[in-house]
């Protein structure tokens, strides 16, 4: 059998295949990409070639323009095909629209590159896929103990307790353009909110790419200067704004009537970090696994190698050969939390 580190292994782009003659999700522009999902850290522009879903590949035509890359190549889920002397096969990861593992196989070695998963039940994504490899490459962003993220329905129902509590206030929702945003407002709307809710610019092309792929998001509008001058300010007066974390801490935030600033992220439960971005009603929503989800998955696959990457990487390692499974941090740079 071919050594692990033969098939695929880090390099100042990411992940090499040398057999296969591609990059997984490269932070810099390459020949032939092979991409997990469309968050920036990993799905970049000016790639010769992009192999990806066809979801992910919508999205990034949304984010960089059509012609995003050279030439562009859609990946069945669950179909295997031959790139040089190596098979891959795409298989969901539940992080976002389109997100997907790559599971890359040579010579009786099978390596999975997770990218950025999650095992929470999403309404806007299909659900992780567990696939059996020999190497299993996770991400760690929240790769400490101390991270155990609560359901995302009892924080949905902090935000409906304080919007019913303060029906003069707006409630400013930070949440990330792609993923979390829709995540958010689907699961609003799971949980009998009906009311129309507003967005900023930089997600109206991403929600309206998901409802394209048949997730309904409801009533939406946008939260415009117009908008609130047609009924004044008092037009988003107990009314959900949805935007980028980084829209609420500049001018566009200051329209509304005696805002309610909320963020949806696995981070909010360091209470630091709320109170370093103001935030009021954190809420505590994260796209990707939390510890117990992280190290359930390594011990629900058995590989026989663990690969740590873009996070908290000593701690999982540490766990994993304490539970007697090989491991390593890769200490891959160029990756944020993006998606967290």
Same mark, same amino acid.
């Given at each position: 059998?071919?050594? @692990? ?15 296969? =003659?591609?990059?997984? +999700?490269?932070?810099? @522009? ?19 070639? !992009? ?44 992080? *976002? ?6 599971? !890359? %196989?040579?010579?009786?070695?099978? &390596?999975? *590159? ?16 567990? *696939? ?19 359901? +995302?329905?009892? %924080? ?8 019913? /509590? ?12 792609? =993923? ?28 309206? $790419? ?9 009533? $939406? ?18 009314? *959900?704004?949805?935007?980028? @974390? ?38 505590? &929503?994260? +796209? ?19 690969? !740590? ?13 304490? /539970?007697?499974?090989? /491991? ?9 939390? %993006?998606? +967290?």
């Amino acid at each position: 059998m071919i050594r @692990p580190e033969d098939l695929l292994a880090p390099g100042p782009d990411g992940l090499w295949c040398p057999l296969g =003659g591609f990059h997984v +999700d490269p932070i810099r @522009p390459v020949a032939r990409a092979l991409i997990t999902h469309g968050h920036a850290d990993h799905a970049r522009s000016g790639h010769g070639a !992009v192999l990806a879903t066809r979801e992910t590949l919508a999205i990034m035509a949304v984010r960089y323009g059509e012609d995003f890359a050279g030439q562009q190549q859609v990946a069945v889920p669950g179909e295997r095909m031959k790139i040089g002397d190596v098979t891959v096969s795409f298989h969901p990861a539940g992080h *976002v629209l389109g997100s997907a593992q790559i599971a !890359v %196989e040579a010579q009786g070695c099978r &390596i999975v *590159v997770s990218g950025d998963y999650k095992r929470r039940r999403d309404p806007t994504c299909a659900p992780f896929e567990p *696939v059996a490899c020999d190497v299993f490459i996770t991400e760690a962003t929240f790769g400490l103990p101390v991270f155990r993220h609560p359901d +995302d329905g009892e %924080e949905i129902g902090k935000l409906l307790a304080s919007l019913a /509590a303060f029906p003069e206030r707006a409630h400013l929702v930070g949440a990330y353009a792609l =993923g979390k945003a829709q995540r958010v407002i689907k699961r609003l709307r799971e949980e009998g909110y009906g009311e129309t809710i507003y967005i900023h610019g930089a997600l109206e092309r991403l929600c309206t $790419l998901y409802e394209s792929e048949g997730i309904d998001l409801g009533p $939406l509008a946008p939260a415009t200067l117009e908008s609130a001058r047609r009924g004044e300010s008092a037009a988003f007066a107990g009314a *959900v704004v949805v935007g980028p @974390p980084s829209a609420f801490a500049d001018r566009w935030a200051r329209r509304f009537p005696d805002p309610v600033p909320c963020f949806a992220s696995g981070w909010m439960m360091i209470r630091q970090r709320a109170k370093q971005r103001g935030v009021e009603l954190p809420l505590i &929503i994260s +796209d990707h696994c939390d510890w117990d989800e992280l190290t359930a998955t390594i011990a629900e696959i058995e590989p026989g190698e663990v690969w !740590v990457t873009h996070g908290r990487e000593e701690a999982l390692v540490r766990w994993c050969e304490l /539970a007697g499974i090989r /491991a390593r941090p890769l200490h891959l740079v160029g990756y944020e939390d %993006e998606g +967290d």
